[in-house]
């Protein structure tokens, strides 16, 4: 169990909450969230939120769906949390490892709910000693299509083909997606990362598609990639990005390798949106199946996923307080958990984010 720190719950105001975007369902005065903890470290992770939105008190309602690779099985089971998260409008969901008939239950959460764009940020933090700073960048991966469509067929014996699907209209979505996003962040550039000098029909249609769309944001930079020497670059210069935009596998890649920039998967939130669902969840998808039960992994990357989640609900003071305790906490270094190179245990590292907590609101 989680050790609360001793004083009294500090309620935050609750802000107008738009319903014209995303249903919420509201029950006392709260909204309600579906909590999907997932597989691995994912349990550990989602106690650390619950406990900290305890403290905090927040208005919010987590309605808990337990939903592992195992359960997954029971279609009953799989379609009861599409349900609640289309009931709901929010999620925050932890990994769930591919099962045993090979299925791939996160990809068929994306597919069934059409949260098409998935969003990555990357940043630099002080307390974290790594080969760059000053990185800040935002990687905007298509979620539904490319080569993440699982269309695969054996056409004859010993002879597989796996189908990259790309379409005009999710790729102008994506692109149009990225664009609102830089220009409501108030973001200066845009990169289109593509293949399209090998793919030349389906990256080709995905890069005309960015180049399409950029002409309506003439206030915002637009430029377009390799993906290979995006790799290369981010190794190199990774302060050049801005907003990136790219298909799935790409996507995939690319947040991947940002993470190892900024400190590792521990450290990296994401969230994902549909037409009228947001869905909050660590950045990089890693279950760390090998230290379940351990309590040693880091829940930075599901308390800053949880923030953003406040934030999108509204709750903007709660929101960006949590964001600036996590932010604190790692930039001095003090509590570390093993991926940064300290001990402490997850239940320490949550502790030492309700303390900073503590003392944040006490200077308000």
């Not at 539904?144 to 083909?161: A, P």
């Not at 790309?166 to 830089?182: H, L, P, Q, V």
């Not at 039960?293 to 949590?322: C, I, R, T, W």
């Amino acid at each position: 169990m989680l050790r609360s720190i001793s004083r009294p719950a500090v309620s935050i105001g609750r802000a107008a909450v738009s319903t014209s975007a995303v249903p919420r369902t509201k029950y006392g005065g709260k909204t309600t969230v579906t909590l999907i903890p997932g597989d691995g470290v994912g349990p550990e992770l989602a106690e650390s939120v619950t406990t900290i939105f305890k403290e905090m008190a927040v208005p919010v309602e987590f309605e808990k769906i337990e939903l592992n690779r195992e359960q997954m099985k029971d279609e009953g089971s799989f379609d009861y949390a599409i349900k609640s998260l289309k009931r709901n409008g929010v999620g925050l969901k932890g990994v769930i490892n591919r099962s045993a008939d090979f299925r791939h239950h996160n990809l068929e959460f994306r597919g069934g709910l059409d949260v098409y764009a998935n969003v990555v940020r990357c940043m630099s933090f002080e307390g974290i000693q790594t080969h760059h700073t000053g990185i800040d960048l935002i990687a905007i991966r298509e979620n539904t299509e490319g080569e993440y469509s699982s269309l695969e067929h054996e056409s004859v014996s010993g002879v597989v083909e796996s189908l990259k699907i790309i379409t005009r209209e999710k790729s102008m979505r994506i692109a149009k997606f990225a664009f609102d996003y830089a220009r409501e962040h108030n973001r200066k550039k845009v990169t289109c990362i593509h293949k399209a000098n090998i793919m030349k029909l389906s990256d080709g249609l995905f890069k005309a598609c960015c180049k399409e769309v950029s002409e309506d944001y003439p206030m915002i930079e637009y430029e377009e990639q390799i993906v290979d020497n995006t790799c290369q670059q981010l190794v190199i210069n990774p302060q050049q990005f801005d907003v990136m935009v790219m298909p799935n596998l790409y996507g995939n890649l690319v947040s991947n390798l940002a993470a190892g920039l900024v400190g590792g998967a521990g450290v990296v939130p994401s969230k994902s949106y549909g037409e009228d669902i947001a869905v909050f969840e660590p950045g990089a998808r890693h279950t760390w199946m090998e230290m379940k039960g351990m309590y040693v992994a880091n829940p930075a990357a599901m308390v800053l996923s949880s923030a953003f989640m406040l934030k999108h609900l509204q709750l903007h003071e709660a929101g960006d307080l949590l964001i600036k305790s996590v932010k604190n906490v790692i930039n001095r270094g003090e509590v570390q958990t093993r991926d940064l190179g300290g001990s402490c245990t997850t239940p320490e590292m949550t502790r030492a984010f309700l303390t900073e907590l503590d003392t944040l609101y006490k200077n308000q």
